[in-house]
């Protein structure tokens, strides 16, 4: 934190140089920390709050262009000054594994929830690799979760990258003491998890993914509070549904059900590795008297995977 004249001069600057691009403005990362080793940090965390609310006007001011403004995580984005100052959300839900799972989904779904209404995305959960965790089925889970949750996107991170390690020289300690890794950059642009995230964008870009809307309802074995290994769901009704399934549901489908299916539309079910992008047809799908269809057969392999029920 260097202050708000500073700050404001910097972002003058910023505007002038890039703002006639298609930019979007990342106030800051981490907004309201403290610097690791301050020790009045309460009244830090206060002053940069206050403080960026008026960086935050002063870039409104500026700006010809109007471009979004969203801020990074530290405190929710949207107590940054009057809450009317981000045009979309930017969340941060943790490093922790398949740990990082509960508060990833109620991140997402409060916000998504929230009003005013505001395009939610998580820019930052479970970097691959970080903690020697996080691998690539980590990142699997944690893209389709936020996004068959309501998020407007997601981001990718690997360990090694965000701290630009490179072979011969370290990003080393932070100032607390601790490495966060020691991952070079030109390992971590490699991590598979990347590639499978590629695989994901690619499946929802066959469809008017922007038009998805949350809907666990649709079938059985859909998360709760209490189970967020559950399965997750999304789409257009009468359109396009797709389901993540992160878990083993016994030999057969385990009874699990597609619910709340449309009378007189028939979709096509394809159930999709998310690993491989493999593909996999099952053929016609559609509800019974109760508006129900049942997984036809065994899953190929002990791992997650997605079914997609399509209408065209």
């Known amino acids: 934190w260097m202050g708000v004249e500073k700050l404001q001069q910097h972002w003058r600057n910023l505007v002038a140089r890039y703002g006639a691009y298609p930019v979007v403005w990342c106030l800051a990362g981490e907004w309201d920390m403290p610097y690791y080793i301050r020790e009045d940090k309460e009244q830090a965390r206060e002053e940069q709050q206050q403080g960026w609310a008026e960086v935050a006007r002063y870039l409104r001011e500026v700006d010809g262009f109007q471009r979004l403004i969203s801020i990074h995580e530290g405190s929710n984005g949207r107590t940054l000054g009057d809450g009317k100052l981000i045009d979309f959300e930017m969340l941060q ?33 479970c970097y691959e690799g970080i903690g020697e965790a996080c691998r690539q089925e980590v990142q699997r889970l944690m893209f389709w979760v ?152 065994v899953l190929p392999i002990y791992q997650d995977w997605l079914l997609v029920l399509d209408a065209r």
């Open 146 to 297: 936020c996004l068959l949750s309501g998020a407007c996107g997601h981001t990718y991170g690997a360990n090694g990258i965000w701290q630009v390690n490179s072979r011969e020289r370290l990003y080393g300690p932070s100032p607390h003491g601790m490495a966060w890794g020691n991952v070079p950059w030109e390992d971590a642009y490699q991590l598979p998890g990347s590639a499978q995230v590629g695989l994901a964008k690619r499946l929802l870009e066959r469809f008017p993914w922007w038009k998805f809307e949350p809907h666990p309802e649709w079938i059985s074995s859909r998360w709760t509070e209490q189970d967020y290994c559950g399965d997750y769901a999304a789409g257009i009704p009468g359109r396009v549904r797709v389901f993540y399934l992160p878990r083993w549901r016994g030999w057969g489908g385990g009874g699990t059900k597609v619910t709340a299916l449309e009378a007189g539309v028939d979709y096509r079910a394809t159930l999709v590795n998310p690993a491989t992008g493999e593909e996999i047809d099952w053929g016609p799908a559609s509800g019974d008297a109760k508006g129900e269809w049942e997984l036809p057969g």
């Open 93 to 125: 839900t943790g490093h922790g594994d398949r740990q990082s799972l509960p508060n990833t989904v109620q991140r997402v779904t409060e916000e998504y929830a929230a009003q005013p209404t505001l395009p939610v995305l998580n820019s930052e959960v």
